[in-house]
Structures are given as C-alpha cells and as structure tokens.
C-alpha cells in the first residue's frame, strides 16, 4: 500500500469517527510541503491539483463531508485516490431490506 493510500485510509478513519461522535468539525485540506511539513486549512474549496501545485506541496488530501458520508480524496505526483465511508445507518439499511417478511392478520 503506498503511503497517499494508508495516510487517506487513516484521514477516512479518524474523520469518520469524528462524524459518528458527532461532531461537525467542517472540510480540511492537508498538505505535505516540499520541506516536509504538514500543513492544514481549513475550507478551501479550490481544485486539489491547483492548491497542491500553489502550495509546492508533495501530497494532499481533502477531506469533505456531506449527510454523514466522509470523503477523502489524495493527491501525490501522478497518484490520486478517493476513499469514503457511508454513515452506519446507510450500511444497515442496505442489509435489512424494507421486504415485509410476515404480515399479521386481525
């Protein structure tokens, strides 16, 4: 797994553990900068590609949520990769279908 994949994969996951716990902590922007540094902002809604060419920055992912679904999308170089996690309730209805089973007479 390359290391844009796994640093998504672990966005993914503490962002959508942040949604579960219910908090609305807004979209984020992280960046590795050509020195190496992390950098974050908050909000930016410009193009992944055009904030990562501006910045200088060697990878960057986004993180957006939207009704519970969390989404990371990745950039380094020529890899790219989107990753989103559907809010549980999403997953379970999926699971138990809306089919009625038995039906009661009176």
Request: glycine share 10%; net charge neutral; proline share 2%.
């Amino acid at each position: 797994m390359t290391s844009l994949l796994h640093n998504a994969k672990q966005l993914l996951e503490t962002a959508a553990g942040s949604v579960e716990a219910g908090l609305d902590t807004g979209d984020w922007t992280v960046f590795i900068g050509p020195e190496g540094g992390l950098q974050m902002i908050a909000g930016a809604e410009q193009a992944l590609a055009s904030l990562t060419a501006d910045r200088g920055a060697r990878a960057a992912w986004r993180i957006s949520r939207q009704s519970g679904t969390v989404r990371v999308e990745g950039l380094a170089g020529t890899d790219h990769c989107v990753l989103e996690s559907k809010p549980k309730s999403a997953t379970l209805r999926r699971l138990v279908s809306d089919v009625r089973l038995y039906e009661l007479a009176a």
